[in-house]
């Protein structure tokens, strides 16, 4: 999978870009904010955006992939986070992204595959 990674937490996106470039997959671009993620995007047609839910104080990573979203909705968006949002969570859901913990790598890469 051609991926970009968005997390303001440098140890967060050095540690999810390190373990899905190990399961194979392309790194095409990072992004430290929604609105990078939003530009990495377009510039570079990923198959996936994993994105942080939390970004300030800029948007989100619902905002982020909802406007990836509107341009691209062939890309499969992923929350990745530590916040347990419930109307994130119902609002992702709806718009069909998958909302994954930090703290599951496992869950991780199986959203990244799709499963």
Not at 20 to 49: M, N, Q, W
Request: aromatic share 0%; charged share 30%.
């Amino acid at each position: 999978m051609r991926v970009v990674v968005c997390d303001n937490d440098d140890v967060a996106l050095d540690l999810v870009t390190t373990d899905l470039r190990l399961e194979g997959h392309e790194i095409v671009a990072t992004a430290v904010t929604g609105e990078e993620a939003v530009d990495r995007c377009a510039e570079t047609r990923p198959d996936v955006l994993v994105v942080d839910l939390r970004m300030p104080p800029g948007i989100d990573g619902v905002e982020a992939g909802r406007r990836v979203l509107g341009a691209q909705p062939e890309t499969r968006i992923v929350l990745h986070t530590n916040h347990l949002d419930p109307d994130a969570l119902r609002e992702s859901a709806r718009m069909g992204m998958t909302y994954v913990l930090k703290a599951d790598l496992r869950a991780l890469r199986k959203a990244v595959e799709g499963r």
